[in-house]
Structures are given as structure tokens and as C-alpha cells.
């Protein structure tokens, strides 16, 4: 049973460039939330997508976007990068449809640098 | 307000000690779930036990306890016999029933010493 896999593991890119990460959930699991690490930090609640609608969205500005396929997996993208978007990105699962308490699955993160 | 705080920022312990691991939450939310999540060097955050708000039982298991307070708003994890494999950084978060978003502290970060 594969858990919640990220792609890809690093990236670095220059200031104003933009990036797309990707998530496949934890088999049988229909909802993907994105969460922003910086170094030293907590993990920061981005958004979250349910049957392929942002269901709720952190504090995050525009530039941060996402979508969720049909087969659940997500893609964050992140336009116009600035140095403080240098962080580890973690995709997180959780079978919404069938549990009530929301148990959410990490995947390893993508690591951004931001030149 | 949502909001979970981890005073301790860093512990270190020689290996075969207990340690305690603070957390403290605040919501308005009189529904809502709490978590510990283990973090290791490679980054990928491990889920370790989930709390309902409405049960407030203590939970062991193996080296692993946690201490559910409501009174407080606290719920700690406790580890009994540290061991090497034990050093990671640990989180705690909070679920409020209203919503979806998980809040998380700022973790701890533990060092066992062999």
C-alpha cells in the first residue's frame, strides 16, 4: 500500500520564476491538503482540495494556486517566487468521505530553494 | 483562535531517560481533535496518535503515553527509556471541528545522547 508520494524531491529556481509540485495520496484517500515548512518552523496550512474544489485556503496569497484530478492526486503551483517562498512543501492525504476525524497522511515534501 | 504552542524548543536527554514533550492548544471549538506528528531528518511527518476532545483517557503505547488535559489545554507526550531512534522533531496539532485546516506548533526538537 503506497503512502502519500511527492514529486520531485528538490528544486531550486531564480526569483520570479514559477514551480509546480505534485501529490498522489495515500490509496483510498480523497482529499489533499498543502502545507508550507520553513526552516525552523511548523508546518503552515496552504489549501486544501475535496473532490477537485479548494475547500478551504490558508493564509496564502494568489500566487500560490492548486487543482486536484479526478484520481485525487494535486499539484500546488506557485507563480512569481520570492526568497521567502524557500521552504519544505508537504502534501498531506486524508480520507474525508469515510472518516470523521480527518487523519492526515504526510508525504516527504518537495524541498524549494529560491535563488 | 486557533493557535498551538510548544514552549520547549529543543531537550536534549542521555539515552534511557524519560522525557516529557509540552503542548499547549487554544480554540474556541468545543469539538476538536489533537495530534503528535514525529518528524526525522529525511522530513517526512509521521503520524503518532490522534486525541477526540470529548475523551480525555490517557493512552499508552510501549514507550509512548500521552496526558490529555482539558482543564489545562494541554496534551503531552511522554517517552519512557529514550532511545537513539527517538531524535527527531516532534509536533503537536490541532483539528477544530469547524474547518479543515490543521494548526501546528512549532515543534521540539529532541536529541537523545547514546
Known amino acids: 500500500d503506497a503512502g502519500v508520494t511527492q514529486s520531485p524531491t528538490h528544486l531550486i529556481k531564480t526569483r520570479g520564476q514559477q514551480v509546480t509540485l505534485r501529490c498522489s495520496p495515500k490509496?483510498?484517500?480523497?482529499?489533499v491538503s498543502w502545507y508550507q515548512q520553513a526552516l525552523g518552523q511548523g508546518p503552515q496550512f496552504i489549501f486544501q482540495?475535496?473532490?477537485?474544489?479548494?475547500?478551504q485556503r490558508g493564509n496564502f496569497p494568489d500566487r500560490f494556486s492548486g487543482h486536484q484530478f479526478p484520481n485525487y492526486s494535486s499539484e500546488l503551483n506557485v507563480n512569481a517566487l520570492l526568497l521567502g517562498d524557500s521552504a519544505l512543501y508537504l502534501c498531506a492525504s486524508s480520507a474525508d468521505r469515510v472518516s470523521t476525524y480527518n487523519e492526515q497522511f504526510f508525504g516527504p515534501g518537495t524541498r524549494l530553494t529560491v535563488l | 483562535a486557533q493557535k498551538v504552542t510548544q514552549a520547549q524548543t529543543e531537550i536534549s536527554v542521555v539515552e534511557k531517560e524519560d522525557v516529557t514533550l509540552d503542548c499547549v492548544y487554544e480554540?474556541?471549538?468545543?469539538?476538536?481533535?489533537l495530534f503528535w506528528y514525529k518528524q526525522p531528518p529525511s522530513g517526512e511527518l509521521v503520524f503518532l496518535i490522534r486525541r477526540n476532545s470529548f475523551d480525555e483517557q490517557n493512552e499508552i503505547s510501549g514507550r509512548y503515553s500521552w496526558n490529555f488535559q482539558k482543564s489545562t489545554s494541554s496534551f503531552n507526550f511522554t517517552i519512557t527509556a529514550s532511545q537513539v531512534v527517538d531524535s527527531a522533531v516532534y509536533f503537536c496539532a490541532l483539528r477544530p471541528n469547524t474547518g479543515n485546516q490543521f494548526y501546528f506548533g512549532t515543534g521540539t526538537s529532541l536529541t537523545v545522547i547514546p
Open positions: 482540495y475535496y473532490e477537485e474544489e479548494e475547500r
Open positions: 480554540t474556541r471549538d468545543t469539538t476538536y481533535y
Open positions: 490509496s483510498g484517500h480523497d482529499t
